[in-house]
């Protein structure tokens, strides 16, 4: 691509004492969901009013105080919803309704109307202010346009006697704050500020919202705007600093958090990031963000899946992938070296308590805390290692397969997933094992066998004078034999009996076994490792009610592995 001149660097703010790249997020802001209004008006299919008054109870659950639920002058279905939600006592008392208006007196008639009945209410006014807004949309002067404002907070004041016993708060927003020129919106605020004139106690201090309507600038040059404005704006100590991040450059977040560093008080956004063209902040992932570092986000988001399918349902939207925290994917490696450190580190905390420190490589945050489960943290496909394949059959199926045998569990299923071309289900992992070596019965099978303890002396010295013999029939290369051996227990006793068929001689390298299962269907599960005498090692495993004929069932796997 060629910069041809027709774009330019974003102008940060004048020059001046920050202090925002020292400080730390220590609390939760007052968070305002927008899900409602600004979310809603961003959908394909906006919701009807029994979808939003679904949503509305949604949020209440979460733990939202404050919501934006429409525009009720801006058509007879928001009209509807404020109603009902007032009538049909949809509202705590500790929940606060925000409505967004235009300073025309008709249309804010209508929005004390739609109000008849409500405890608390915001009343959100705004007007745009940037040079292109001014230029393009309105032809007005700087002047002209906080006259604007100032007439819009005028025709509020004269219809506050509608208000019928609602409390009201103003909220205003110079929309565009993110374009504007610093000093020229704070005026405009300032201006806002001196014509309510109400004295603001702790409930009714006035809410300046300042929105990036368009994300156009760095986070650190947001964070010099929302600081300059704080430094700037008149009795600072008598307002809210709200922030309504966009997502246009992929930062919102970003924005956000060095906002509220940079003195904000009050964050604006939707559930998930939905919104106008690249989304509204994502407050799911910045209140996430906070519990990560040991904060309280004031919200419950406990149970993201619930949250994502109700989401999903009321708007219609999807859930990427990606999406932070909550896309299906963002707690699950397949990449073989990430798997290893998961698989370590999840070991690990099985023996430390409850609420250890969190420090499990590769995921931020446990995923149990936001009802997340542990079964897809490691999902199998060609690019997985040894470590992810055994991390699957022990968590899954119970399969605690030695460290020196996950090599071999790796190249299985690796070719495995090579040939499908594709992601291989955790069933699929488990049916490869079995197939592999559980249920092999070539070029060696076990057809019977019986033990019995030997009492008396041996020959050799060394050795106990209690023996197990062991008979047995066996299939090599489809010709059976008939074998018998003695032995210091079921194992040795059958290594010895089955050298009197062709099959290879062997050392037995490593033994080992435990119990899989629960109950009366608890069975001994073994594992051996076997060195022929070409030099090759190979693993077997073998299964059974019976411990001793667990070990030799993993004896004949070891036989009939095939690299």
């Known amino acids: 691509m060629k910069v041809n001149g027709k774009y330019k660097a974003f102008e940060g703010v004048p020059d001046f004492n920050r202090s925002w790249p020292t400080r730390i997020i220590t609390k939760a802001p007052i968070w305002c969901s927008v899900d409602l209004r600004d979310g809603n008006q961003a959908l394909i299919n906006p919701m009807g009013v029994e979808q939003k008054l679904a949503f509305f109870d949604l949020l209440v659950k979460i733990g939202f105080k404050e919501i934006e639920v429409g525009f009720p002058s801006a058509s007879e279905t928001e009209f509807k919803f404020m109603r009902r939600l007032i009538e049909e006592k949809h509202v705590p008392d500790d929940v606060t309704l925000q409505v967004l208006c235009q300073a025309r007196e008709n249309l804010i008639k209508k929005t004390f109307e739609a109000l008849k009945g409500c405890k608390k209410a915001i009343f959100h006014l705004y007007n745009s202010t940037s040079p292109a807004q001014r230029k393009y949309t309105f032809n007005k002067s700087k002047e002209e346009i906080k006259q604007i404002a100032i007439e819009g907070i005028r025709c509020v004041k004269a219809c506050l006697p509608m208000s019928q016993g609602t409390d009201i708060r103003l909220e205003y927003s110079p929309e565009s704050f993110s374009t504007t020129e610093i000093d ?44 300059y404005f704080c430094q700037h704006i008149l009795n600072r100590q008598n307002l809210i600093i709200s922030l309504h991040n966009h997502n246009d450059r992929g930062e919102g977040v970003a924005q956000c958090e060095l906002g509220l560093l940079a003195g904000a008080d009050r964050v604006e956004g939707c559930l998930f990031g939905n919104g106008e063209r690249t989304g509204n902040l994502d407050i799911v992932n910045v209140g996430l963000n906070m519990f990560s570092q040991g904060i309280d986000p004031q919200l419950d988001l406990s149970d993201i899946p619930y949250l994502a399918r109700e989401y999903t349902r009321f708007t219609g939207m999807e859930i990427p992938p990606r999406q932070p925290y909550a896309g299906e994917l963002v707690f699950t490696a397949f990449s073989g070296s990430h798997q290893d450190a998961i698989r370590k580190g999840m070991a690990a905390r099985v023996k430390m308590e409850e609420n250890a420190l969190w420090d499990v490589p590769y995921l931020t945050i446990d995923p149990h805390d936001i009802g997340r489960q542990y079964e897809g943290i490691i999902r199998i496909n060609s690019q997985s290692g040894k470590g992810g394949a055994a991390y699957v ?40 094992f079995v197939d592999n070596w559980l249920h092999t ?79 009366a269907d608890t069975k001994a599960i073994a594992y051996v490792s076997i060195t022929k005498e070409d030099g090759t090692e190979a693993w077997g495993v073998g299964k059974s009610s019976n411990v001793g004929k667990a070990g030799i069932k993993a004896v004949v796997s070891a036989l009939n592995y095939k690299a």
């Open 441 to 519: 019965k070539e070029p060696m099978a076990l057809k019977e066998i019986t033990q019995k303890h030997v009492e008396g002396a041996t020959d050799c010295a060394d050795v106990d004078s209690e023996q197990v013999a062991v008979l047995a029939t066996i299939s090599w290369n489809g010709k059976d034999y008939a074998v018998a051996g003695n032995g210091n227990g079921p194992l040795d006793a059958f290594v010895n009996a089955i050298k009197q068929t062709p099959a290879p001689r062997f050392n037995l390298i490593s033994f080992h076994e435990h119990s899989i299962g629960q109950g």
């Open 393 to 432: 059959l022990e968590n899954e199926y119970g399969i605690a397969a030695p460290k020196a045998m996950h090599p071999f569990i790796g190249k299985l299923i690796k070719k495995l997933a090579d040939q499908k071309q594709r992601e291989l289900s955790n069933d699929e992992v488990y049916q490869a």
């Open 184 to 227: 020229y919106a704070i005026e405009v605020c300032q201006a806002v500020v001196d014509e309510w004139g109400h004295v603001a106690d702790d409930q009714h201090k006035i809410i300046l919202n300042l929105p990036t309507t368009v994300e156009c600038a760095l986070p650190n040059q947001f964070a010099d705007q929302i600081e």
